[in-house]
């Protein structure tokens, strides 16, 4: 299924996302490395065309992302990257060392941030308790700061195995780690305190598979 060695009768993988969700952002990423073409079906959020009949058809947990494949649909980031690690081995998501470490970082910035800080809590937090955008703000914030303050804590510790990389090569933590960091500007989060997670972010940044991922490169954004 790699686009340049695409068979007859071999079709693409499908991604349904959305320009500034996060998520999809993984994806796009985990795609570009793996030097994947795809197809990309926009899935307006701001207009809640996750909710409606037609998506639901198609992934009945009404969120984005959602890759269609040859071997069937699947709806959840994290079992995506599985996925997209055992069929396309080559170039790895993880280090050949301190592979454990960075699984143990990547699901830190995975799991901890994106479910307090996801559309449908922000929305609860407005309708249920009268939260302003102020209030919004702290409480993105807060879910950062709880998490990136760890992980820069651990990455100072660690000894690195590349100038701008912990790991010598993009993995699993900075596939997370960079839609994380968008999102942290998105809501005015200060990031001088993660001196560290800055730098992986610039690094990666420069990086083609990063930038072609970048929510404002996609033909959604608006
Ligand atoms: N556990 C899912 C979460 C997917 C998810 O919540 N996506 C968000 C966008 S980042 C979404 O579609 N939110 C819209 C909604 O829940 O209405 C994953 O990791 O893929």
């Known amino acids: 299924m790699r686009a340049i060695e695409v068979e007859d009768g071999e079709s693409r993988p499908k991604l349904y996302g959305y320009w500034r969700s996060s998520t999809s952002y993984r994806i796009r990423i985990a795609l570009n490395l793996k030097g994947l073409t795809y197809d990309y079906v926009p899935v307006n959020l701001k207009e809640g065309e996750q909710m409606g009949e037609a998506y639901r058809a198609i992934n009945p947990h009404g969120t984005v992302p959602l890759l269609d494949t040859e071997e069937g649909q699947f709806t959840q980031s994290l079992a995506i990257l599985d996925w997209l690690e055992v069929h396309y081995p080559t170039p790895s998501f993880l280090p050949k060392t301190n592979a454990a470490l960075c699984r143990d970082l990547y699901y830190a910035v995975a799991t901890e941030i994106h479910a307090p800080n996801n559309l449908p809590i922000l929305k609860y937090l407005k309708s249920e308790f009268g939260a302003d955008q102020a209030a919004l703000e702290a409480w993105y914030q807060t879910w950062i700061h709880k998490t990136f303050a760890p992980v820069e804590a651990r990455l100072a510790a660690h000894n690195w195995s590349g100038e701008d990389l912990p790991f010598g090569q993009p993995t699993l933590l900075e596939i997370v780690l960079i839609p994380q960091v968008y999102n942290a ?38």
């Not at 200060?190 to 690094?203: G, T, V, W």
């Not at 940044?205 to 970048?214: E, M, Y």
């Open 185 to 222: 500007r998105r809501w005015n989060t200060d990031l001088s305190m993660f001196p560290y997670i800055e730098k992986i972010d610039a690094a990666c940044i420069d990086l083609d598979a990063f930038d072609k991922a970048r929510p404002e490169n996609q033909i959604d954004a608006s």
